[in-house]
């Protein structure tokens, strides 16, 4: 069955960066993308960006531009979002999901990891 | 940005029909997909491609897209399905997705 298994939680200082982790597994990593969307405390989700598992091109939410990168690791079947400059604003509970493309439906989620940013 | 309109909040009688509407411009043009959060938990994919549902997701959950809305239609509602629900589209202009605000679910 398809799983996407998240890296623990984290916390952060101001200005620190994080990066998490989601690996995949009961499916072929490199047919799918991963998007990552993230979920501010008693808030609804935020879309930040997609990946592609099969060429690694990148589709970035403009507010986040400059400040996140997605990367893939084919070779375990993980993909990787990091964040820099982190704010306070940026605490929030972190979930990769599956995307046919870019464009699809987000099928199946990771659980989630909860990134706190606090001085 | 593409705005997708949900109501806050929705109560309905276990037993009864709870609908769930998701409003924006000509979104009937558009593929509309839902998602159930229940607290603590990660979504889940309840409706797709406007009325088409997942492998094990009960036929009591529908939705239709027409016009400036799309509805998530839930028929006999148990204490279960108490949940926040989110439609989301594609927004081929800024070429990412949107998703709505979200609707809280309350079963009575």
């Known amino acids: 069955q398809v799983q996407l298994v998240q890296s623990g939680a984290e916390v952060k200082k101001p200005g620190a960066s994080v990066k998490v982790s989601c690996k995949a597994s009961?499916?072929?990593?490199?047919?799918?993308?991963i998007s990552w969307v993230r979920q501010a405390p008693g808030q609804g989700l935020e879309w930040m960006g997609w990946i592609s598992a099969y060429n690694g091109n990148t589709n970035y939410a403009q507010k986040l531009q400059g400040r996140v990168t997605m990367t893939t690791d084919t070779s375990t079947s993980t993909a990787y979002m990091e964040l820099r400059s982190l704010r306070s604003d940026d605490t929030a509970v972190y979930y990769c999901a599956r995307q046919d493309s870019s464009s699809s439906p987000f099928d199946y989620w990771g659980q989630g990891t909860l990134v706190t940013v606090s001085s | 940005s593409y705005v997708l309109t949900q109501p806050p909040s929705v109560s309905v009688a276990p037993g009864k029909t709870a609908r769930i509407t998701c409003g924006g411009n000509?979104?009937?043009?558009?593929?509309v997909h839902w998602y159930q959060q229940k607290p603590g938990q990660a979504p889940v994919l309840v409706i797709y491609y406007d009325s088409d549902r997942p492998s094990g997701i009960p036929e009591r959950f529908s939705g239709s897209n027409s016009g400036n809305t799309a509805t998530l239609t839930i028929s006999r509602v148990e204490a279960g399905d108490e949940a926040d629900y989110y439609c989301q589209v594609w927004d081929s202009s800024s070429d990412h997705p949107e998703f709505g605000g979200g609707t809280k679910l309350t079963v009575l």
């Open positions: 009961g499916y072929t990593f490199t047919s799918y993308g």
């Open positions: 000509n979104i009937g043009s558009k593929s």
